[in-house]
Nanobody, 112 residues
Framework: VQLQASGGGLVQAGGSLRLSCLAS????????MDWYRQAPGKQREFVAS???????SYADSVKGRFTISRDNAKNIMYLQMSSLNLEDTAVYYC???????WGQGTLVTVSS
């Protein structure tokens, strides 16, 4: 399976952005999918996860601000980000843990 993340860009603090992750294979067979991020000079960290059935979990730092979802019919996973702050600046990656497959990453830059 191949994953392609998109939707990153420059946004002002307090703004919103939606990331997408397109899978090359049917998401019905992929199972749980995750978003991770890596800020400059920091380790990659977990952001959010969605199971094949739609159950979700979030890092405490994004809980209440980010929403993960998936559309299995379109083979797309989303990350809706709102109330963005400077600490959200990072490269965001989608990940399929069953396949240990990473997407290429999309850069989100939050400006003051």
């Amino acid at each position: 399976v191949q994953l392609q993340a998109s939707g990153g860009g420059l946004v002002q603090a307090g703004g919103s952005l939606r990331l997408s992750c397109l899978a090359s294979a049917s998401m019905f067979g992929i199972g749980t999918m995750d978003w991770y991020r890596q800020a400059p000079g920091k380790q990659r960290e977990f952001v959010a996860s969605v199971t094949g059935g739609g159950s979700t979990s979030y890092a405490d730092s994004v809980k209440g601000r980010f929403t993960i979802s998936r559309d299995n019919a379109k083979n797309i996973m989303y990350l809706q980000m709102s109330s963005l702050n400077l600490e959200d600046t990072a490269v965001y990656y989608c990940y399929a843990p069953f396949f240990r497959k990473w997407g290429q990453g999309t850069l989100v830059t939050v400006s003051s």
